[in-house]
């Protein structure tokens, strides 16, 4: 990737529903060398502490089955279980575990960003929207490919109303974004 494409990408990032997921894709971009995407081997998201909460690493494995290497404790706290080493279809859907693995392919193949809002999740008795952002890494080991992503509440609902039962589990997304390399062409 050129400075002028990074550059580009920068400046026309998405509008982010919480700042701490653009300081997220900031980092991102920061860890950039030599005009590619960051490899997984570097990535230390310990560099900005306040993220890691919130944060997630998994790897898409035999091209079909993601993986959670790490899940941050207010993840673990919405979902009620700890995640790090198991399948994210022990979590999801058949159907959402499909959706999601052909999203991650498109962003992998198109080495772009992925941000996908997830409204009414019922995580440990509490209903909440979710911004979920994803962003590649170089995987250079054989196994499989590793993304990372920041999973942040949007906003909490103590209790249902009328108007939000219709949007429990409701999906929007995915909107990929360049980050300097395109977006896939069907997405």
């Not at 962003?135 to 250079?140: A, F, G, H, T, V």
């Amino acid at each position: 990737m050129s400075s002028n494409a990074q550059e580009n990408a920068i400046t026309n990032l998405p509008e982010f529903l919480v700042p701490e997921t653009k300081k997220f894709v900031e980092f991102w971009f920061s860890c950039c060398e030599g005009g590619d995407i960051p490899e997984a081997n570097n990535w230390d998201l310990s560099e900005v502490p306040d993220l890691l909460h919130s944060a997630f690493i998994y790897d898409l494995e035999n091209d079909d089955r993601l993986v959670f290497r790490y899940v941050g404790p207010r993840i673990v706290t919405r979902v009620g279980k700890e995640m790090t080493g198991h399948s994210y279809d022990e979590l999801a859907t058949p159907e959402i575990v499909e959706e999601t693995v052909r999203d991650i392919k498109k962003l992998l193949a198109a080495r772009c960003g992925m941000r996908v809002v997830l409204l009414g999740s019922l995580q440990s008795a509490v209903f909440s929207d979710v911004e979920s952002t994803i962003l590649p890494l170089k995987n250079n080991s054989s196994d499989g490919h590793r993304v990372v992503g920041l999973a942040i509440e949007t906003s909490t609902r103590s209790e249902l109303k009328d108007d939000t039962i219709t949007a429990i589990g409701q999906r929007i997304g995915p909107d990929f974004f360049d980050l300097g390399f395109g977006v896939p062409a069907d997405g």
